[in-house]
């Protein structure tokens, strides 16, 4: 079959494609990757040999500037028309979109053509852009069994988890360390909650056995480097790490955001977590809560998040390490992800 995968804005939206791109190269079709500019050489470099590639020209509509709204909207309404026109020369057998503004052409040009198409949605709660196009969709994937949000339409509904590089799956299941060993992480740029919160509950807890492996900004190494070591901490402070499957599975617990990647990468090796949502995202309150829900871990607001509250959760979580292995256990499941969702593009 011809598939074509509609995906961009970010690395969150575009790894995932590319592990369904290389599911479905691997079992004999024939694929086009279309994606904005933004995501343009991530998709060219983990496109699967023999893949083609659209550009479409989008960007979120997200913007408070009325004008940037309606230029955002402007751009997507002109990629639309043309993959449509595309559509008419080249038409697939199915489309498959992993949302953001940018899958949104693909959508509405598969709907004009009656093409099937597939819709993922990342979050526990639904997305704007996936909202809007959902009224021209069959099909629509999860990354988690339950999400808030999705209208009251006919669109079938799939539980199929969210796809994760293979050095995840690699790892899936690892035991615990067991060396009371805690990574933060806050994302590419950073936390700055993070940087001001967890030092400083550390450096109150009576046990310092802790290992910490600290992701930060850039500017904030040297600072946090100096604290750890004038309180005899053992850590280690990096602007970036290349292996997070390596550093997940080397943690017995793990303190970050709850982006949707960073869910489903603690529950596919296994590992428990305190979740702090980012307060001005919806999608991540309810990707927290959704992991909180299996005993997994801890999902707190920002405001709630203070060195007293989590020196004491700390203290008490690595004096029981049963407790830990507990919640690593609850917080695992298999990631079937890829070949779900080929089945069910494919059958």
């Not at 599911?23 to 086009?32: E, M, Q, S």
């Not at 799939?158 to 035991?175: E, K, M, Q």
Request: positive net charge; charged residues 20%.
């Amino acid at each position: 079959m011809k598939i074509w995968i509609a995906t961009g804005g970010t690395g969150g939206h575009v790894y995932p494609a590319l592990s369904v791109a290389e599911c479905l190269h691997a079992r004999g079709h024939k694929i086009t990757i279309s994606c904005d500019g933004r995501v343009r050489d991530m998709v060219h470099r983990g496109a699967p040999a023999g893949a083609r590639f659209a550009h479409v020209w989008a960007s979120g509509v997200g913007a408070k500037s009325r004008i940037k709204q309606m230029w955002a909207l402007f751009k997507i309404g002109v990629s639309s028309i043309a993959l449509t026109l595309r559509f008419m020369i080249f038409r697939p057998d199915r489309v498959v979109a992993f949302g953001g503004y940018a899958s949104v052409p693909a959508v509405f040009a598969a709907h004009v053509w009656h093409i099937p198409t597939f819709l993922h949605e990342q979050n526990a709660a639904i997305g704007r852009a996936n909202k809007f196009s959902m009224r021209w969709v069959e099909t629509l994937m999860t990354s988690f069994p339950t999400v808030s949000g999705i209208p009251n339409a006919q669109t079938r509904v799939v539980y199929t988890g969210l796809p994760v590089r293979r050095d995840f799956i690699n790892v899936s299941g690892a035991p615990l360390p067991g060396e009371s060993r805690l990574l933060i992480t806050g994302g590419s740029l950073g936390a700055q909650i993070l940087d001001e919160v967890v030092p400083a509950a550390i450096a109150s807890m009576k046990n310092k056995k802790i290992f910490i492996t600290h992701q930060t900004r850039p500017e904030n190494v040297e600072r946090l480097q100096k604290f750890y070591a004038d309180n005899k901490i053992r850590a280690n402070v990096l602007s970036f790490i290349h292996d997070m499957a390596g550093a997940i599975s080397g943690a017995d617990l793990v303190i970050g955001r709850s982006g949707a990647s960073t869910v489903i990468e603690l529950q596919t090796i296994g590992r428990p977590a305190i979740l702090v949502p980012l307060n001005i995202n919806p999608d991540q309150a309810a990707n927290a809560a959704s992991f909180a829900k299996t005993g997994g871990g801890f999902a707190i607001e920002q405001s709630k998040f203070t060195p007293r509250w989590l020196s004491s959760t700390l203290t008490e979580l690595f004096d029981n390490p049963s407790r830990l292995e507990k919640m690593a256990h609850k917080a695992h499941i298999e990631n079937r992800a890829v070949d779900l969702i080929c089945d069910e593009i494919t059958k």
